[in-house]
C-alpha cells in the first residue's frame, strides 16, 4: 500500500477517534513494509511539534509495549507510569500529556500500526474513551485487509514486475477513485462531464477491455466500488462521497448483485475484470 493512501485512512481513523473519545489529543502510525520500529505520522490536537516523526521501538514505552503485546495498554499518569519504560518522557512530556492509551492495529496477528489518545490531565480513561480506540484501530484495519487482498488477487500472474508497476500503478488507481468522488460534487454540468471523461481516459490507457455485456454499474455504484478498491471502508466512502454509509451499502450490495460476487473484494475484481473499473 502507498503511504499516501495509508495516510489518508489513518487520518480518517484519528478524526473519529477524537471525535468519539472527547479526548484532546490523538496521533499514531503505521509500520512501513511489515518492519519494525513504528515512525508517529499523524497527530491532531497537538500543540508543539515533539511527537511528530517520534520513532517508537517495540518494547519501549507505552506504544512500544502495546507494540510488541499486540494488545490495548494505558496509563493514568504517564510520567510517572512504573509498567512502562521511559525513553519518550521528554517528547510526552514537552506536549504535557498525562492520561494515554496505545492500540494496535492488528492484521493477520501482525501489528501493522498503532493509535493512540491522550488527555493532559491525570485522569482515568473510561470505557468510551477504549471503545471508541478500538473502534478506530477495527476499521483501519478493515482498510488494510481489503487493500491487501486487493493488491493480491489482481497482481499479475508473473509478479509485480511483470506488466503494470505495482506501487505506481496502485497511485493511478488511487487518483481515478479520487476523480470519481470529486465528479458528483461539481455543480457546473461543462466540467462534471470534463472530469467524468478524464475518468474515462484513464481506463482506456489502463487497457480495461469493453465492458462485459450484461454487466452495467450505475455511475454511483462505479463510484462506491472504486471507494472500495482503494482501501475505503464503508465509512470513508460515504465521507469521501457525500452519502450515508447506508447508501453506500445499498450501492455495494447492488453492484455485488450484479457482478455476481459475494464480498466487496470479489466485487472490486469482477468489477476491473468485466472492465467496468480501473
Not at 503505521?30 to 499523524?42: H, K, N, S, T
Not at 497527530?43 to 507494540?67: D, F, M, W, Y
Not at 507510569?81 to 492495529?105: F, K, M
Not at 500503478?169 to 477513485?177: D, F, L
Amino acid at each position: 500500500m502507498s503511504e499516501r493512501i495509508e495516510a489518508v485512512e489513518l487520518r480518517a481513523a484519528l478524526v473519529r477517534l477524537r471525535r468519539g473519545s472527547g479526548l484532546p489529543v490523538v496521533f499514531g502510525g503505521l509500520v512501513q513494509d511489515g518492519g519494525r520500529p513504528l515512525r508517529i505520522a499523524e497527530l491532531h490536537g497537538a500543540v508543539t511539534p515533539a511527537l511528530q516523526g517520534l520513532v517508537i521501538s517495540p518494547g519501549n514505552g507505552l506504544g512500544g509495549k502495546c507494540l510488541a503485546l499486540g494488545r490495548p495498554c494505558a496509563v493514568t499518569d504517564y510520567p510517572v507510569a512504573r509498567h512502562i519504560t521511559h525513553e519518550y518522557d521528554l517528547p510526552v512530556s514537552a506536549e504535557g500529556l498525562r492520561s494515554v492509551i496505545a492500540v494496535p492495529v492488528v492484521v493477520r496477528r501482525q501489528v501493522r500500526g498503532v493509535l493512540y489518545g491522550a488527555l493532559r490531565d491525570a485522569l482515568p480513561l473510561g470505557e468510551r474513551v477504549f471503545d471508541a480506540a478500538v473502534a478506530a484501530a477495527r476499521d483501519v484495519e478493515q482498510a488494510l485487509v481489503v487493500r491487501d487482498e486487493v493488491s493480491r488477487l489482481v497482481e499479475p500472474p508473473d509478479g509485480p514486475g511483470a506488466g503494470r508497476p505495482g506501487p505506481s500503478w496502485e497511485e493511478v488507481r488511487y487518483a481515478y477513485g479520487e476523480l470519481r468522488a470529486l465528479a458528483p460534487q461539481v455543480l457546473d454540468p461543462e466540467l462534471r462531464a470534463r472530469l467524468l471523461t478524464v475518468c474515462g481516459r484513464l481506463e482506456t490507457a489502463a487497457g480495461n477491455p469493453p465492458p462485459a455485456a450484461g454487466v452495467a454499474l450505475t455511475p454511483r455504484e462505479t463510484d462506491v466500488l472504486a471507494a472500495v478498491a482503494s482501501g475505503a471502508t464503508n465509512a470513508a466512502a460515504a465521507q469521501r462521497l457525500g452519502l450515508r454509509p447506508e447508501t453506500v451499502k445499498g450501492y455495494l450490495r447492488s453492484a455485488m448483485r450484479k457482478l455476481g460476487a459475494h464480498t466487496r473484494l470479489e466485487a472490486v475484481v469482477a468489477a476491473r475484470r468485466a472492465g467496468v473499473l480501473l
